[in-house]
C-alpha cells in the first residue's frame, strides 16, 4: 500500500522560501498525480497545484502561479513543493495527495502534513 | 463561478440518519467527491465518483447528485464519524480542483 511521508515542520521568515518534500512508499510513484493542498489554521481546504511524475507536466493555481513550484525526482520517488516569497497568511498545514488511482479525480492517498509557520 | 459551498454545521443524533449538501456549477460537469477530517488529522477519502466506497469506509456512508448538488449521507451515525467534511470536484476549467467550504458534523 502506497504511503506519503512528509518532511517536518518549518519556522521561516517573511519574504524567504520553504520547501516540503512528499516521499512515496510502497507502490508506482510515477504513474499518478501529486497535488499540493494548504489549510490554514482553523480553515478550509485549498487546492494549489499537481504534478504527474511520469511527464513531469504541472498545473497551478493561478493564485499561486510565480510564487510556487512543484517538481518530483523519480529516481527517489519524491514529489517537492517550493514556496517563495512567504506571507503571513502562508502559515498552514501543507498535504501532498495522490489522485487518478482510482479511476477519478479523487485524494485517495494524502501524506501526514507538514506545519509551514511564517513569521515576520 | 467554481465555488463549492457547504453549510458550515450539523447535528446529528447518535444513530440517526445525516445528510451534507454540496452546491456549485462544478458539480454539473464533474463528479464530487468526500473526505472526512478529524482534528489534527489528514484527510481520509471516503466517496469518490459521486457515490463510491473507497475500501474500508463503512457502509453508512454514501452519496448522491443531481444538478448543481452533491449530498453525503450518514445513515446510522456514530460517535467516530464526528468531524468535517469536505467535498471537491474539478473547478469549471477543468484543469484545477476546488474543495468545499467544509461541514462540522457534531453527533449528539
Redesign the interface.
Known amino acids: 500500500q502506497v504511503q506519503l511521508v512528509q518532511s517536518g515542520a518549518e519556522v521561516k521568515k517573511s519574504g524567504s522560501s520553504v520547501k516540503v518534500s512528499c516521499k512515496a512508499s510502497g507502490g508506482t510513484f510515477s504513474s499518478y498525480t501529486i ?1 499540493w ?1 494548504r489549510q490554514a489554521p482553523g480553515q ?4 494549489m497545484g ?1 504534478i504527474l511524475p511520469i511527464l513531469g507536466t504541472v ?1 497551478y ?1 493561478q493564485k499561486f502561479q510565480g510564487r510556487v513550484t512543484i517538481t518530483a525526482d523519480k529516481s527517489t520517488s519524491t514529489a517537492y513543493m517550493e514556496l517563495r516569497s512567504l506571507r503571513s497568511d502562508d502559515t498552514a498545514v501543507y ?1 501532498c ?1 495522490r489522485d487518478g488511482a ?7 492517498i ?4 507538514t506545519m509551514v509557520t511564517v513569521s515576520s | 463561478s467554481s465555488e463549492l459551498t457547504q453549510d458550515p454545521a450539523v447535528s446529528v443524533a447518535l444513530g440517526q440518519t445525516v445528510r451534507i449538501t454540496c452546491q456549485g456549477d462544478s458539480l454539473r460537469s464533474y463528479d464530487a467527491n468526500w473526505y472526512q477530517q478529524k482534528p489534527g488529522q489528514a484527510p481520509i477519502l471516503v466517496i469518490y465518483s459521486k457515490n463510491i466506497r473507497p475500501s474500508g469506509i463503512p457502509d453508512r456512508f454514501s452519496g448522491s447528485s443531481s444538478g448543481n448538488t452533491a449530498s453525503l449521507t450518514i445513515t446510522g451515525a456514530q460517535a467516530e464519524d464526528e468531524a468535517d467534511y469536505y467535498c471537491n470536484c474539478r473547478d469549471s476549467s477543468g484543469n484545477h480542483f476546488v474543495f468545499g467550504t467544509g461541514t462540522k458534523v457534531t453527533v449528539l
Not at chain 1, 44 to 47: A, D, N, R, T, Y
Not at chain 1, 110 to 113: A, K, R, V
Open positions: 497535488s493542498v478550509g481546504l485549498e487546492w499537481r498545473n493555481l498535504y495527495a482510482l479511476s477519478s479525480d479523487a485524494f485517495d494524502w501524506g501526514q502534513g
